[in-house]
């Protein structure tokens, strides 16, 4: 082969539309049959293997894949993963049809191979000793990579001791108190939105309202509330910055910024760079904050590096270790590692890379001082503006509030999302999966297939070696995890082979939960009441609380003696082990906690229920397989907790959304956000969206598409996108319709020139999906739940969002539960208002977006019709008269068309 050119290498590019196949000699359209063979029979050049893979028909497919190697040339780069998404990061014109994508695959390796000879080439530290390493894995581009990297004259730098070390800070000192002076407030706020921006009332009243949030607090557990409803366009993230920032200057102590979604955190990142243009400075005083198994894990990649992973997985291992050396932060999951890199490897290890079971050894770890997620923890004692999800912050809140040093000043940003987040944080939940997780951190992994993983007495080797009661309290917790739930669970429930008291009990459940399920389950999660219970259910729930017991007790005592050790600070304790012993200090606190919950919820089978909890029995699957089985318990209304574990130890709290109220009045949003169990009224603010809603979007509700008709369903899918030219946005409520959907359109539109993408069908992440469908104008997205909300695109993209119907809650325990508490009927529509106020809310993101907003059922009840904006038209129609306004919209819109490219469509 020539190196720097790829002549005589084939590229393949599959879509839904048509298979191409470009060579030397040109460019061909070919069936699945032959693409197929020629993929096995000769290295092919492909974009995203398993894409095409599925575009084939094929479960697996091995091949050249271009997105591999721009991972490896250009690591911790951004790209979207489709040819003109390259194109565009490699400064290359896009190709201009599917026909042409396949010619632009191999002009676009040739790009990324002559990279690696540039001597400008960025990112070139590292890449020769990778390829190395990669040769020697088999990886498929190496013999094409390898030749064009000069060996450097010395030994490159090790990627552990490249890395910069963090240091310790001291401790803060005690915030000053301060009182925001409105002028300073307003006159910050011009500063960030720039001073020739045109002065926006309700943004600066917005910011004006939220500087009282930051005022000193009266007395303690009365926090400064503020609920703020703040209309799509306001501003309002600039409003709450102006006074966050000043306060965290005057102040000198942090405000903790919490979203639901990565889409938030994304944009509050790159607002931040108004407040502090210089990077350097923006590093310091702007930190993002993520749950630590979000981080790579040094230690898990050296292992990886070093024979702990095999076959793609080791590739991967290198991949990541290139991209390691580039990254901002180390933030695997919605950082700077692209989204597409893991499921090129369909997960093959990445999970294995970061910490996911709280196995760190922290200063016992070699890379501790340049650890990521010890970096990005010490970042944000020191920063001035944290922004972290909400799940997050509630744990850390809740956990600081234990230490006595509360998260003082929060925002909750998309503050809708606020009961949703509290009600997982502090839900319980004894599964299979949670309990083996426990066994391991405990005991280790049992098979010894792969890595360093250790269990807590080889963590504790040398607490255990100074200090005879916890070297017993750690024998007796291992033996007392053996009676956990261990590797093949799942199989051995389903052969009614439990071993163990946990197993026995979970067996146990399985069999109630399938007793009481109903036929037409559809191979999804099903679960029932934990009420009139079997006597073999509850008979079984005795040993296991016996074990649970039996594991608690010596967890306790360990934790006593770590404490007392701590006290006592023998020699051996230097700064290193102080950090490891608080680290599983922290680590068995949480997890005590945890085995509490469980042995409270099993306490109770059997007996009467109690009315602040919803407890039940689940079985959870996809498609008819089961991958865990357990017992739940959630809070009837998870703001108790969240009031008192968040909100009384804070000192000012600001909750705002853009559908705070979600169409209802303020108790609603008092109810949700856990103002109400305040003994202070919260202070309320609202400014409404300052677009024009009626001229800019319209609602149309389909009447003639019949509930439960597939292929009628599918039909008016196509015929909206189609008369939108794409920039669709299709909610489902069920999957099962979804893939159904989408199994019957996707063809139909890629011969249109209307890629089609599709969440739980396509093998990208969601985020990736999101990415594709915004860089592409023509392109439609089909999604679940998770789309409905912090999907921001803008019109270009995205012009027409499809419900598939009324998105009733789904009529689970826990739903039964609090719809019985709130008011039946009335309680699911306020939850069927607030999702239809969010899908609406994807489509007007800007004051120059158009859009329509369509329902395709019948039978949406007029009662709920005001979830939408205050005069926007609402039209009952037939498909045919829908399909036509949609079009005949957008072409009066010829600004937006020409933005598009769909003028080059014809019809
Ligand atoms: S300190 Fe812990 S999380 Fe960090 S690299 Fe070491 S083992 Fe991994």
Excluded at 586 to 604: D, E, N, P
Excluded at 718 to 731: K, N, P, Q, V
Aim: hydrophobic fraction near 45%.
């Amino acid at each position: 082969m020539n190196p720097g050119s790829v002549p005589d290498l084939p590229a393949l590019h599959a879509t839904h539309g048509g298979i191409w196949l470009a060579t030397a000699e040109g460019t061909r359209a070919l069936g699945r049959g032959e693409a197929i063979a020629r993929a096995s029979e000769t290295p092919t050049i492909l974009l995203n293997a398993p894409l095409v893979a599925a575009r084939l028909g094929l479960s697996e497919l091995s091949g050249l894949d271009l997105l591999e190697l721009y991972a490896f040339v250009h690591p911790a780069r951004f790209a979207v993963p489709t040819p003109a998404g390259l194109a565009r990061a490699l400064g290359l014109a896009p190709p201009e049809d599917d026909a042409a994508a396949a010619a632009f695959l191999r002009h676009a390796a040739d790009r990324l191979l002559a990279t690696l000879s540039d001597p400008q080439w960025p990112e070139r530290e590292g890449a020769w000793t990778a390829a190395q390493a990669l040769g020697r894995l088999r990886w498929p581009w190496a013999g094409l990579v390898a030749p064009l990297i000069e060996r450097p004259a010395r030994g490159e730098r090790w990627l552990f001791s490249k890395l910069p070390q963090w240091e310790d800070a001291p401790e803060r000192p005690a915030p000053r108190p301060l009182r925001l002076g409105e002028a300073e407030t307003l006159e910050r706020l011009a500063s960030l939105v720039g001073r020739d921006a045109e002065p926006r009332e309700g943004q600066r009243a917005y910011a004006a309202a939220a500087a009282r949030a930051f005022d000193p607090r009266e007395a303690a557990g009365r926090p400064h509330m503020l609920l703020a409803e703040a209309g799509t366009g306001i501003g309002k993230t600039l409003g709450y910055l102006a006074p966050a920032s000043l306060h965290a200057a005057g102040a000198g102590a942090p405000v903790w910024i919490s979203t639901y979604t990565k889409a938030l955190q994304r944009q509050l990142a790159a607002e931040s760079a108004r407040l502090f243009p210089d990077d350097a400075v923006r590093r310091e005083k702007v930190v993002i904050r993520k749950g630590r198994e979000n981080y790579l894990c040094l230690l898990n990649l050296e292992d990886a590096l070093q024979g702990g992973f095999q076959g793609r997985a080791a590739i991967l291992a290198q991949l990541v270790a290139r991209w390691a050396a580039y990254s901002r932060d180390g933030d695997m999951v919605g950082g700077d590692l692209p989204g597409w890199l893991r499921t090129l490897f369909r997960r093959a290890g990445s999970t294995a890379l970061s910490d996911r079971r709280g196995e760190c050894v922290y200063a016992g770890c070699p890379h501790y001082r340049k650890c990521f997620i010890e970096r990005a923890a010490r970042a944000s004692e020191s920063a001035d503006l944290v922004v972290a999800n909400h799940a997050l912050v509630m744990i850390l809140a809740t956990r600081r509030m234990e230490e006595g040093r509360p998260l003082a000043r929060i925002v909750f940003d998309e503050g809708h999302h606020l009961f949703d987040a509290a009600d997982s944080t502090f839900a319980a939940a004894l599964t299979g999966q949670e309990a083996i997780e426990l066994r391991r951190w405990i005991l280790g992994p049992e098979s010894k297939a792969r890595g360093r993983r250790r269990g807590l007495a080889a963590r504790l080797l040398d607490v255990a070696s100074y200090d005879e009661e916890g070297h017993n309290a750690i024998e007796q917790a291992s033996a007392a995890a053996r009676e956990l739930p261990g590797d093949g669970w799942l199989g051995r429930l389903a052969e009614e082979l439990p071993l163990g008291p946990i197993e026995k009990l979970l067996a146990a459940v399985r069999g109630t939960v399938y007793a009481r399920a109903s036929a037409a389950d559809a191979g999804y999660g099903i679960e029932t009441h934990a009420a009139e219970l079997d006597p073999a259910l509850i008979e079984a729930a005795a040993p296991a609380i016996d074990a649970l017991e039996g594991l608690m007790r010596p967890l306790a005592r360990l934790r006593q003696r770590l404490q007392a050790v701590l006290e006592d600070a023998p020699d051996w304790l230097d700064h290193a082990a102080r950090a490891r012993v608080e680290g599983a200090l922290s680590g068995l606190v949480h997890r005590g906690q945890t085995i509490a919950a469980w042995v409270a919820l099993l306490a109770r089978l059997g007996g009467p229920a109690d009315p602040d909890y919803v407890d039940w029995l689940a079985v959870d699957r996809i498609e008819g397989r089961e991958f865990d089985i357990g017992l739940h318990r959630h809070w009837l209304d998870p703001t108790r907790p969240l009031a008192d574990a968040v909100l009384k130890p804070a000192h000012g709290v600001i909750v705002t959304s853009a559908t705070l109220r979600g169409g209802e009045d303020w108790t609603t949003a008092e109810a949700r956000s856990g103002a109400a169990h305040l003994d202070r009224t919260p202070m309320r603010f609202a400014a409404p969206s300052p677009f024009d809603y009626p001229a800019q979007s319209e609602v149309l509700i389909v009447t003639d598409i019949k509930r439960g008709d597939m292929a009628a369903l599918a039909g008016a899918y196509a015929r909206l996108i189609e008369a939108s030219h794409g920039g669709t946005l299709g909610l489902f409520t069920a999957i099962q319709r979804l893939k159904a959907v989408h199994a019957r359109i996707a063809d139909r539109l890629a011969r249109a020139g209307l890629p089609l993408y599709a969440q739980h069908v396509d093998p990208i992440d969601t985020g990736t999906l999101v990415d594709m469908f915004r860089d592409d104008p023509r392109a439609s997205l089909l999604g679940t739940d998770a789309l409905r909300d912090g999907v921001d695109v803008p019109g270009r993209s995205l012009r027409l969002v499809v419900m598939e119907g009324v998105p009733w809650p789904r009529p689970t325990v826990l739903h039964g539960a609090r719809r019985a508490a709130g008011g039946g009927t009335a309680f699911d529509d306020r939850v069927v208002r607030a999702r239809l106020a969010q899908a609406f809310g994807r489509l007007i993101r800007r004051a120059d977006d158009h859009g329509s907003f369509v329902l395709l059922s019948a039978a949406t009840p007029s009662r709920l019709l005001d979830a939408f904006p205050p005069g926007v038209p609402i039209l009952r129609l037939p498909l045919d008269e829908a399909a036509q306004r949609i079009a005949s919209r957008l072409s009066l819109q010829p600004a937006l068309r020409h933005q598009a490219g769909i003028d080059t469509i014809p019809g």
